[in-house]
């Protein structure tokens, strides 16, 4: 990628002041993130002299690359279709004249613009909806709806309803935004506000269109990138632009959570690591790629630098405390559930850390308090409402696990621990076939992890399918090692009930390789049954190593191994 470091500084310098104007926070931030993470010097070697002075040519135009890009929106003119000369110039005249309309318009309207984004910083959204009214410059058109948007949800919000449920005020939002974009006078950010209306309107396909159309006008957006994710799901990797360096932060987030995809991820964090350094953003994602990989150890060394760097961060604190709840380590969990709780209380991410605090300590009535605040504080905080839906599981309140894993899965379907959840809480209703459906889910979007293969397999089984329950138990032995020992018991009981000896033989030896001291049962079961096959294949000594195990393993099996021996020692004699 050809792209120097005072051209990037000035895409970025563009981005905080043109996402600030319009109330984009979250895109705001992750510029300014980058933006500081940047190097003093030019290292990247992909300006030439003339566009060192501020990423502006000498002599050209005052409009910076990405200003122009932005601009792509309007009017859809593309200056890449092998357009005649005299049509490429008149098509940049015709954006040149569009950007000096919107220019003039914006100055024009400064002084409303200011008194409509102070009203919108204190969230009086429907007042500064009405004091931006006429207003035709492209800042504060946005502003304008964004400001009605932002109040339909938080009306839908106060009302207990899903996002998107007022739908009269979006979709007359959205009506407005598409006579805008017929005559060519959305600009990026109108583009994205767009994809956002019609995507509460539950016009998923065209709200992708536009949001891939957003990107490409404005490419520093980050909250369109992240739009593009939701929309594109498992197809993020096709629908990305083939050019612009964010698309590496995009894929790189859509991949951080692939097992299959190490080096495409590794790649792309790679690119940026040389664009914008081990900025916060950067080391988040090394570090949720640990996480998801299930190497806690590397998750937490990531976490742990990441702290140092930002002692005040709170973004993914809600990640680092599952690890350190994984891995049972109380005092570092609370320590972080302090550390955040010093900052800020009231995040959502805090209540998430405080929350598996109290689920260690197995206060699950506390723990579920907490992420319950978690999700009215963000009801688009994904692990609020997986995290509830883990701890109603516990309390036994299936009915609100289910409406809390459901939740998840409307706000990102790639989860796959949403689906999961559904799973166990249909399974907890002994309702195998509802179950098969979420835990199948869950396995399509995980298909390297043995515990998904294990949990469809076990509901298969409890439905009476055991060819189908034997093809998910061998999908588990060939996954992760997490669950190989209880796939290999289960399959060797099924291969036994079919009255297919050398087959369970096979998966009960599996078993005793890969045995924890918790499946003390099911090893005393290996046991004796290969004690028992190898006496059908005279072979006693075999038998008797075997049958020697069954105490050490499950003391209270023991006699069933010494009835065995006894009958060996009756028949040789």
């Known amino acids: 990628m050809d792209i120097g470091i005072e051209r990037l500084r000035c895409q970025l310098r563009e981005a905080v002041e043109e996402c600030s104007a319009r109330g984009l926070v979250f895109s705001t931030k992750w510029a300014a993130e980058q933006?500081?993470?940047?190097?003093?010097?030019?290292?990247?070697?992909?300006?030439?002299?003339?566009?060192?002075?501020?990423?502006?040519?000498?002599?050209?135009?005052?409009?910076?690359?990405?200003?122009?890009?932005?601009?792509?929106?309007?009017?859809?003119?593309?200056?890449?279709?092998?357009?005649?000369?005299?049509?490429?110039?008149?098509?940049?005249?015709?954006?040149?004249?569009?950007?000096?309309?919107?220019?003039?318009?914006?100055?024009?309207?400064r002084d409303r613009m200011a008194l409509g984004k102070s009203l919108f910083?204190?969230?009086?959204?429907?007042?500064?909806?009405?004091?931006?009214?006429?207003?035709?410059?492209?800042?504060?058109?946005?502003?304008?709806?964004?400001?009605?948007?932002?109040?339909?949800?938080?009306?839908?919000?106060?009302?207990?309803?899903?996002?998107?449920?007022?739908?009269?005020?979006?979709?007359?939002?959205?009506?407005?935004?598409?006579?805008?974009?017929?005559?060519g006078d959305l600009d990026g950010f109108g583009i994205y506000l767009l994809a956002l209306s019609l995507k509460a309107s539950g016009r998923r396909d065209e709200a992708r269109n536009a949001c891939l159309r957003a990107v490409q006008a404005f490419e520093c957006n980050w909250s369109a990138w992240e739009l593009l994710a939701g929309l594109a799901g498992a197809q993020s990797a096709s629908v990305c632009p083939a050019t612009g360096w964010v698309r590496h932060a995009f894929l790189a987030q859509?991949?951080?959570?692939?097992?299959?995809?190490?080096?495409?991820?590794?790649?792309?964090?790679?690119?940026?690591?040389?664009?914008?350094?081990?900025?916060?953003?950067?080391?988040?994602?090394?570090?949720?790629?640990?996480?998801?990989?299930?190497?806690?150890?590397?998750?937490?060394?990531?976490?742990?630098?990441?702290q140092a760097l930002d002692p005040f961060r709170l973004e993914l604190s809600d990640v680092h405390s599952n690890i350190l709840y994984v891995t049972e380590d109380r005092g570092r969990l609370a320590a972080l559930a302090q550390r955040c709780a010093a900052v800020d209380r009231f995040r959502p991410e805090t209540c998430c850390v405080i929350g598996n605090y109290y689920s260690l300590r197995r206060e699950h009535d506390k723990a579920a308090g907490y992420f319950r605040r978690a999700a009215q504080l963000d009801s688009a905080c994904l692990a609020a409402w997986v995290l509830l839906g883990h701890e109603l599981i516990e309390l036994k309140n299936t009915a609100g696990a289910a409406d809390a894993y459901r939740r998840a899965a409307d706000i990102d379907a790639r989860d796959y621990r949403a689906w999961y959840g559904l799973g166990k809480t249909y399974e907890m209703l002994n309702m195998p076939h509802y179950a098969?459906?979420?835990?199948?889910?869950?396995?399509?979007?995980?298909?390297?992890?043995?515990?998904?293969?294990?949990?469809?397999?076990?509901?298969?089984?409890?439905?009476?399918?055991?060819?189908?329950?034997?093809?998910?138990?061998?999908?588990?032995?060939?996954?992760?090692?997490?669950?190989?020992?209880?796939?290999?018991?289960?399959?060797?009981?099924?291969?036994?009930a079919a009255g297919d000896r050398p087959r369970a033989a096979h998966c009960y030896r599996?078993?005793?390789a890969h045995a924890a001291t918790d499946a003390a049962d099911d090893v005393a079961s290996a046991c004796l049954f290969l004690a028992s096959y190898e006496l059908d294949r005279r072979n006693p000594r075999a038998a008797r190593q075997y049958l020697s195990q069954v105490a050490d393993a499950a003391p209270h099996r023991a006699e069933e191994a010494s009835a065995m021996l006894r009958a060996m020692a009756s028949s040789s004699n």
Request: with cysteine; aromatic share 6%; charged share 25%.
């Open 436 to 496: 098969l459906r979420y835990y199948a889910r869950a396995a399509a979007l995980r298909p390297h992890d043995s515990r998904m293969w294990c949990a469809l397999a076990d509901c298969y089984d409890r439905a009476a399918q055991p060819d189908s329950a034997i093809a998910c138990y061998r999908r588990a032995l060939h996954a992760s090692p997490e669950s190989a020992a209880h796939a290999a018991a289960r399959l060797a009981r099924l291969y036994a």
């Open 254 to 306: 859509a991949l951080v959570a692939a097992e299959a995809a190490s080096t495409e991820f590794a790649g792309h964090v790679a690119e940026l690591e040389r664009l914008v350094g081990r900025s916060g953003f950067v080391m988040g994602l090394r570090a949720q790629r640990h996480y998801h990989m299930r190497e806690f150890d590397e998750a937490g060394s990531e976490f742990s630098a990441l």
């Open 35 to 109: 933006l500081c993470s940047l190097p003093l010097s030019d290292n990247l070697g992909g300006d030439t002299e003339d566009e060192k002075d501020g990423g502006i040519p000498v002599g050209g135009s005052k409009a910076t690359p990405t200003l122009k890009n932005r601009l792509r929106g309007a009017g859809q003119v593309s200056q890449t279709t092998g357009a005649t000369e005299g049509e490429t110039e008149q098509g940049d005249n015709t954006l040149e004249d569009k950007r000096m309309q919107w220019q003039q318009l914006d100055a024009e309207e």
């Open 121 to 183: 910083d204190v969230r009086e959204f429907e007042r500064a909806a009405f004091m931006l009214q006429g207003c035709r410059g492209p800042r504060a058109v946005f502003l304008r709806l964004y400001s009605l948007y932002l109040n339909s949800e938080r009306r839908a919000s106060e009302a207990g309803e899903s996002k998107g449920s007022n739908s009269s005020a979006v979709a007359e939002i959205s009506a407005e935004l598409l006579e805008l974009d017929a005559v």
């Open 510 to 512: 599996l078993l005793l």
